[in-house]
């Protein structure tokens, strides 16, 4: 599976980038950086990560909903944009921003099926905490967490559903549950490349159960509050490592 292979003048076949397109809040900046740069980092097949900012979709025209008061990002429903950002043609990936990926996204990549609409890790998962992140309300609903990274197969029928329209007008029940679709179209993917910081658990001597992609759901220590949660050992090296690399000085949310 990729995007599409182009042929270049010579006959030679180039690969087209993996379009990843990753939710972007302005109080977030350094975790989108980070993760951005995780992904980057390990990636041996190449990828176009793009930032999807509210505040451009609002000039383009594309996004005009009113915030409500139980999204905690900007980016809570312009995720659901990305098939259309795609132009509704091949595969191509949503992800929070405040994941840290700690493996080669070729191997998600591979696990691509066509036969499926999108493909996501579904957890099973009842939050204990009541509020997250910067003081956000937590909230609970059915296939919580399923919408924070999904594979979206752009060309697939159901998903021109995900126009302008639709994403502007309808219930956070109908998007974050994936109520266009039916169940069989969505595909699995191992809970590893979802593994949710606080809830998910590493098995001693299971590799399968090691993290491929850390979701820091609860808030991560671009939080000060946050600071000392698991993983946040890893989250930090990355950061100083994308800091060194771009001359750039951190700093952390209060």
């Known amino acids: 599976m990729s995007n599409g292979d182009l042929k270049t003048c010579n006959g030679s076949i180039e690969k087209t980038p993996f ?4 939710g972007y809040d302005p109080r ?16 041996s097949i190449p990828v176009e990560i793009i930032p999807i900012v509210q505040s451009d979709l609002r000039e383009k025209g594309l996004y005009w909903r009113e915030r409500g008061q139980l999204e905690s990002t900007e980016f809570s429903f312009t995720r659901f944009l990305t098939p259309h950002l795609s132009d509704y043609q091949g595969w191509a990936m949503f992800v929070d921003c405040d994941f840290l990926y700690l493996a080669d996204i070729k191997e998600l990549v591979d696990l691509i099926d066509d036969k499926y609409a999108i493909m996501c890790v579904q ?12 003081g956000a309300v937590q909230t609970v609903y059915p296939r919580k967490n399923w919408s924070s990274m999904v594979l979206y197969n752009c060309g697939h029928p159901k998903n021109k559903t995900l ?9 956070g ?6 109520q266009w679709l039916e169940d069989e179209e969505i595909g699995s993917v191992p809970f590893v490349w979802n593994f949710l910081e606080g809830h998910n658990r590493v098995v001693e001597n299971d590799p399968t159960t090691q993290p491929k992609a850390v979701h820091f759901t609860r808030g991560g220590p ?7 949660c698991d993983f946040a050992d890893l989250w930090l090296t990355e950061m100083e490592v994308y800091c060194k690399e771009n001359n750039k000085e951190a700093h952390v949310a209060n």
């Open 19 to 22: 379009r990843i397109f990753v």
């Open 28 to 43: 977030e900046d350094l975790a989108y950086q980070v993760c951005r740069h995780s992904i980057t980092k390990r990636s």
């Open 123 to 134: 957890h099973d998962y009842t939050p204990k905490e009541t509020t997250k992140m910067d």
């Open 163 to 171: 126009n302008p329209d639709t994403v502007n007008t309808q219930t």
């Open 173 to 178: 029940a109908f998007l974050h549950r994936f």
């Open 222 to 228: 671009w939080f000060d509050a946050w600071k000392n």
